[in-house]
């Protein structure tokens, strides 16, 4: 069956370090992948998409990996503060890029940055 | 732009009424998604629209459900007779098809709760 899993649930660490959250899918062959943040009582926001032949997608502070042979995104927050404090969602292209927008999400990973 | 626009924010009712759920898109934006969030099953794909035209309503739990898209800047969810597993987030979201990135822009959500 096709599975989206995030790496846990919570995530904690220093401000100032860097913050990586995992993403590992089953059964889906997406041709992008997008991550979202969402803060409590609001929708999500999208940050970031890195499509099927892209390896590696940048923004500010904000890194983005895809693997499709290991079937894993890694989406990374340098130099971390408080106001990153989050949940963050991955979510696949569930039509393999016949139709933008019908997307799967995983469950997400609550991120908290400590001062 | 307002963004996504949905509404009621909040709905209390009891189990047995009809409820209706509404959202205003982004004005140029052609494709229209409605999305549930529970702690249980995360964020879920309900329908989406496309011109105004269904697309795919697999995601809809079943025939208490049910949306419509009359024009390209309304739509409607509706749930009738409403029951307490209904409990919910809602949320809209938005898209311009063809825009590169598939971003999904969402309003902040219908809360509802169904006693």
């Known amino acids: 069956s096709q599975k989206i899993e995030q790496n846990s649930e919570a995530l904690n660490i220093q401000e100032g370090k860097t913050a990586t959250l995992t993403c590992n899918y089953t059964n889906y062959s997406p041709a992008y992948l997008q991550w979202y943040r969402q803060d409590p009582g609001r929708g999500p926001v999208f940050l970031l998409l890195i499509r099927e032949n892209e390896k590696e997608k940048r923004k500010e502070r904000l890194k983005v990996t895809f693997d499709t042979t290991l079937k894993q995104s890694l989406f990374h927050i340098t130099a971390s503060q408080p106001a990153d404090s989050a949940t963050y969602l991955c979510a696949l292209d569930a039509a393999g890029g016949t139709s933008y927008g019908k997307l799967t999400f995983g469950q997400g990973t609550i991120l908290t940055v400590h001062p | 732009d307002a963004g996504v626009i949905q509404s009621p924010r909040h709905e209390v009712t009891e189990m047995g009424q009809e409820v209706t759920l509404r959202c205003k898109p982004i004005s140029g934006h052609n494709s229209l998604f409605w999305y549930r969030q529970t702690m249980m099953r995360g964020l879920e794909l309900l329908i989406y629209f496309n011109n105004n035209v269904p697309i795919d309503d697999s995601g809809m739990p079943e025939d208490r459900f049910s949306a419509k898209m009359p024009n390209a800047s309304f739509s409607t969810l509706k749930i009738q007779p409403s029951e307490p597993r209904d409990s919910a987030v809602y949320f809209c979201?938005?898209?311009?098809?063809?825009?590169?990135?598939?971003?999904?822009?969402f309003g902040e959500g219908s809360r509802l709760t169904v006693l």
């Open positions: 979201a938005s898209s311009a098809r063809g825009s590169g990135t598939g971003e999904l822009f």
